[in-house]
């Protein structure tokens, strides 16, 4: 097969592989993504296959991080189709008792639903929102930046002054389980913090899990939860079209089965019909961390201390994800007064803390914790008026142990699916008892179908490896690798497996994009030179004789 030559190659057309591409052709870089599935957008995807007349997403679909993200914003989607929709409201959990703590985008609004479940908790949320924005937008840069956040941590170090200084960590630091009971006297913003905690795999009574929950309320408050209108897929389309639109190439149903090395740096690409794909400046991988290290570079090719930390790299929980097209909206037992684009379902903040317990302890769970998505009552043109385009995703442990239900071994095949389908259609019901009798079609994806959706998406997994803050930060995805530049020279991870991890920001892709603009020639003579000395150097340790 013949060789094709660029500056770059970028591999895996996800969103942090297009923002990546995107940002490098900005810089007059030739570049060229190449993706494995036929369509581009990784995780970022729609289609019309539950049923013809309803769109669904097949993984992600709220983008509060996008709404946020400096990065996102830079580009200016919206110049190439990119059009967001907001649902009346952003977030409902329902209470048993019928009543519904909600999240909207107006601060009175979510004050006077909170004060409806706690006389006093409305003014306490003012004040929180009002925290919030002195400190809210350092955090988040200081989240999504490079490692160390040195600009970003200033700021955020000097607003934290005007907010309480110490306190205000303590709080930031506190479980996501105990937060919401801090000042409030009612259920309902204890219920909107470790419903959000629950996106990630932190255990909601795990010190640092109040900053993802409080991290994802806050935005839902200050920037709800948008959804591409049209689908998921318009905003992986937009970014494809504005990279095209630079002249940038994007090749789809091309596997890549390695990177190729030469001289002692990453080289290129070849495919898996053998074609190659050279790369005169870097290779960008939006690929998960353990396929990249062992699969796409062999292990024998990688330095032994990657390999050794690299055995202890942790994946995220699985999930399963179930769709429905139902021919009227959701028929709720108890209404929600707006209603939402998001549902939590749990009865308590303890169910939701059990039901995540029992996945890190390796347990399925009898009830999980369900996050759902009324994506026709956030965006009317997901389907035909007054019907609803629902899915709802649970997580499941990688590796199955035990089974707090029916006997669900965790070989995930189409009978375990479906059963465990059933068992989050029956949490719905609880809530929602005439559901069956507006379900048109339903679907089930189970981890096997996801990974096979998306190879990044290993067992499942969402977010490319643990949120645990032990592979956090200077920690993702193995100690010693915080930044996109990784031991093999040339290579960058742009994946949510790089600093600052899962969420649709773009934030490992710009920082990938960066590394690779800011490394120096003489930089891009040298590391080479020394990788292969110690290569050299460690060939003949590892062959000398013993005395």
Do not use: C
């Not at 996945?359 to 996050?371: D, E, M, R």
């Not at 095949?413 to 719905?428: G, I, K, P, S, T």
Request: overall charge neutral.
């Amino acid at each position: 097969m013949p060789t094709s030559a660029y500056d770059v190659v970028v591999v895996g057309a996800g969103p942090n592989g297009l923002v990546a591409a995107n940002l490098l052709a900005d810089a007059g870089l030739e570049t060229v993504v190449v993706e494995a599935q036929p369509d581009v957008g990784g995780a970022v995807r729609s289609a019309r296959d539950v049923h013809p007349d309803y769109v669904h997403d097949t993984f992600s679909s709220f983008y509060p991080l996008a709404a946020v993200s400096g990065t996102m914003r830079s580009l200016d989607l919206e110049q190439h189709g990119l059009e967001w929709s907001h649902a009346p409201a952003v977030l409902g959990h329902p209470l048993p008792d019928g009543s519904w703590a909600m999240l909207h985008r107006d601060v009175e609004a979510t004050a006077r639903s909170l004060d409806a479940l706690g006389a006093g908790d409305g003014d306490v949320w003012r004040q929180w929102v009002d925290d919030w924005r002195h400190v809210g937008d350092a955090i988040v840069d200081s989240l999504t930046t490079p490692f160390p956040p040195v600009r970003a941590g200033a700021r955020t170090l000097w607003a934290l002054r005007e907010v309480g200084g110490l306190d205000y960590v303590r709080r930031l630091l506190a479980p996501a389980s105990a937060l919401g009971r801090d000042g409030f006297r009612g259920p309902g913003a204890a219920l909107l913090i470790a419903g959000n905690a629950g996106h990630a795999d932190i255990p909601t009574d795990a010190a640092g899990s109040g900053l993802m929950g409080l991290l994802m309320t806050m935005l839902g408050q200050t920037v709800g939860f948008p959804v591409p209108r049209g689908g998921a897929g318009e905003l992986a389309a937009a970014l494809a079209r504005r990279f095209t639109s630079l002249g940038g190439e994007i090749r789809t149903s091309a596997r890549v089965d390695r990177v190729l090395l030469g001289e002692g740096r990453a080289v290129g690409v070849r495919l898996a019909d053998g074609g190659v794909l050279a790369a005169d400046r870097a290779v960008v991988a939006d690929v998960v961390a353990s396929s990249l290290y062992g699969e796409l570079i062999p292990p024998g090719e990688l330095p032994a201390r990657l390999r050794r930390r690299m055995s202890r790299f942790t994946l995220d929980p699985g999930t399963v994800k179930v769709d429905w097209a139902l021919d009227g909206r959701v028929p709720w037992s108890s209404p929600p007064p707006v209603a939402p684009g998001t549902v939590h379902l749990a009865d308590s903040v303890a169910a939701i803390t059990q039901a995540l317990a029992q996945v890190s302890s390796s347990t399925v769970p009898a009830k999980p914790f369900l996050i759902v998505g009324q994506m026709s009552t956030a965006d009317g043109t997901r389907s035909p008026a007054g019907t609803e385009s629902l899915w709802a995703y649970a997580h499941v442990p990688q590796e199955v142990r035990h089974d707090a239900g029916d006997g669900i071994t965790g070989r995930w095949d189409r009978d375990e699916v479906e059963r465990f389908a059933d068992r989050m259609q029956r949490r719905l019901e609880a809530y929602a008892p005439d559901l069956a009798s507006r379900i048109v079609a339903r679907r089930a994806l189970g981890p096997r179908e996801l990974e096979a959706r998306d190879a990044n998406l290993v067992g499942g997994a969402i977010n490319g490896g643990t949120s645990a803050i032990h592979q956090q930060l200077v920690f993702r995805p193995v100690p010693g690798n915080g930044r996109a530049s990784t031991p093999v020279p040339g290579l960058f991870l742009a994946s949510a497996s790089a600093h600052p991890g899962g969420g649709v920001h773009g934030a490992p892709g710009a920082n990938a994009a960066r590394a690779v603009l800011a490394e120096p020639a003489i930089v891009r003579r040298v590391r080479p030179l020394v990788a292969r000395m110690r290569t050299s150097n460690h060939h003949r340790l590892s062959t000398r004789s013993p005395r």
